[in-house]
Every structure is written in structure tokens, then in C-alpha cells.
T-cell receptor
Framework: GENVEQHPSTLSVQEGDSAVIKCTYS??????FPWYKQELGKRPQLIID?????GEKKDQRIAVTLNKTAKHFSLHITETQPEDSAVYFC???????????FGTGTRLKVLA | DSGVTQTPKHLITATGQRVTLRCSPR?????VYWYQQSLDQGLQFLIQ???????AKGNILERFSAQQFPDLHSELNLSSLELGDSALYFC?????????FGPGTRLTVL
């Protein structure tokens, strides 16, 4: 069935370093890939997304890359700050059914 | 604020009871999705509605049911509650490709 694998499950980085979270999806028909940030007890918030006709997208310190051939997409956070500490979820969906398959989440800790 | 509203924010109840969670999508959005998030777990997709019709079902228990009304708000009904049903329940609405999540309802079953 449809599946999204997300790695790593936890990630600790020093403040100012970069963090990379990777996801792999199984359904080659997927064409939309959002990333959500969730702070403890709060709602998931969309931080960046990418569509299948684009290979990379950047928004300030956050970037997402997509490799359709390998069915991989990754979140890159540069110059990490303590407020980046949260759980990050990737997801994949397709326009045929607008069903969103979420990864299992990555807990990012930025150490001051 | 995503524009998606959920009530109540918190709900505490006992095992065996029945509760109803309510969600209003963003103005203009026709879709509603329900997710369950247990402590330190991922987002488990429960069910999806579009303009009043059920579109997809995920890992939704038979004790749970939902509907979307003509005014597009949705209700998730949870019955015969068990301790393991304690979780955050999120709804989301969709505009184009993008999902927007509500603030969630925290359900505690004692």
C-alpha cells in the first residue's frame, strides 16, 4: 500500500548547524509533498511544500528537494535556532484522491 | 491561526462514554479530514469528506463515526470509549493541494 518512510526519528544538532530530514514515498503518482512543523500540544503547521514539477524550493533558512526518480524528498534547515526544535512531518499526496500519507515524524532538538 | 476551528479544546470523560468533536473548515474549503494523534505518535488518518460525501477511510474504528453537514462543518463521534482512545484529534481542511490543520481537541478518557 501507500507508504512514506521518514528518517531519522530523532535528530540533535548544535545551534547554527544544519539539519536534514529525509522521506521516501512509495506511490509514484504522488505529486505534492508538504512539510509540517509541530510544537508540543499544538497543531501541525505547514512550513514549506513542493510539487512534482519542481526539483527544489527555498524559503529563507528552509529548503526542500525532490528526486522523483528515487522517490525521495528532503527538508534542509540551515543556521538552526533553538526555536526550530519541534517534530517535523513529511507527507505525500496525489490529485487523484487528495489523500495525504504522513511520515512518522522527526523530533529535532537544537542545542544552544 | 489556520482558519479551521475545532471544539471543544479539551474533553475529559470516562470509559464507555460517547463524545462528539466538532470541526468547521476554512471559509470556502469543501474538504474535511480527521486525524488521531496519540502521545508522541504520528498522525493517523481517520476519514475524509468532500462537500458532504465520504471520500476515504483510514484506520477508523467501528466505534467511531463521522459526518459532514450541508454547512460543511463536520462531527466525529466516538463511542464506547476506551483508555486507548485518549489522544489529540485534529481536523484539517484543504484548499488546492494544501491542508490546513485546526488547533485540535485533546480527549482524555479516565
Amino acid at each position: 500500500g501507500e507508504n512514506v518512510e521518514q528518517h531519522p526519528s530523532t535528530l540533535s544538532v548544535q545551534e547554527g548547524d544544519s539539519a536534514v530530514i529525509k522521506c521516501t514515498y512509495s506511490d509514484s503518482a504522488s505529486n505534492y509533498f508538504p512539510w509540517y512543523k509541530q510544537e508540543l500540544g499544538k497543531r501541525p503547521q505547514l512550513i514549506i511544500d513542493i510539487r512534482s514539477n519542481v526539483g527544489e524550493k527555498k524559503d529563507q533558512r528552509i529548503a526542500v528537494t525532490l528526486n522523483k526518480t528515487a522517490k525521495h524528498f528532503s527538508l534542509h534547515i540551515t543556521e538552526t535556532q533553538p526555536e526550530d526544535s519541534a517534530v517535523y512531518f513529511c507527507a505525500a499526496s496525489k490529485r487523484e484522491d487528495y489523500k495525504y500519507i504522513f511520515g512518522t515524524g522527526t523530533r529535532l532538538k537544537v542545542l544552544a | 491561526d489556520s482558519g479551521v476551528t475545532q471544539t471543544p479544546k479539551h474533553l475529559i470523560t470516562a470509559t464507555g462514554q460517547r463524545v462528539t468533536l466538532r470541526c468547521s473548515p476554512r471559509s470556502g474549503d469543501l474538504s474535511v479530514y480527521w486525524y488521531q494523534q496519540s502521545l508522541d505518535q504520528g498522525l493517523q488518518f481517520l476519514i475524509q469528506y468532500y462537500n458532504g460525501e465520504e471520500r476515504a477511510k483510514g484506520n477508523i474504528l467501528e466505534r467511531f463515526s463521522a459526518q459532514q453537514f450541508p454547512d460543511l462543518h463536520s462531527e466525529l463521534n466516538l463511542s464506547s470509549l476506551e483508555l486507548g482512545d485518549s489522544a489529540l484529534y485534529f481536523c484539517a481542511s484543504r484548499a488546492g493541494d494544501t491542508q490546513y490543520f485546526g488547533p485540535g481537541t485533546r480527549l482524555t478518557v479516565l
